[in-house]
């Protein structure tokens, strides 16, 4: 018998775009370059510097807001910047 966990629609599809999104974050972060995070409400700019702020979840990648807090970046669109 299945759990409800285990019947949720397109469970490892949200995975699997989580872990791209947060390995295309490092990936930029890490050659130098800078991110910029377009959220509903304004953009921002992460840098090297704050590679401690990501993190990779079960459905999707977050950054801190905050000391404790993490918003989600499922809806967010992630440029590179010069």
Same mark, same amino acid.
């Given at each position: 018998m299945l759990s409800n966990e285990q019947m949720k629609k397109d469970r490892f599809l949200l995975w699997h775009r989580a872990r791209k999104q947060y390995a295309f974050i490092m990936n930029t972060l890490a050659s130098g370059k800078r991110i910029m995070v377009c959220s509903?409400? %304004?953009? %921002?700019?992460? *840098?090297?510097?704050?590679? *401690?702020?990501? %993190?990779?979840g079960k459905t999707a990648c977050y950054v801190q807001r905050g000391k404790s807090n993490y918003d989600s970046l499922e809806y967010s669109k992630l440029a590179v910047v010069d």
């Open positions: 509903a409400t %304004k953009p %921002k700019i992460y *840098d090297s510097r704050h590679v *401690d702020m990501f %993190k990779c």
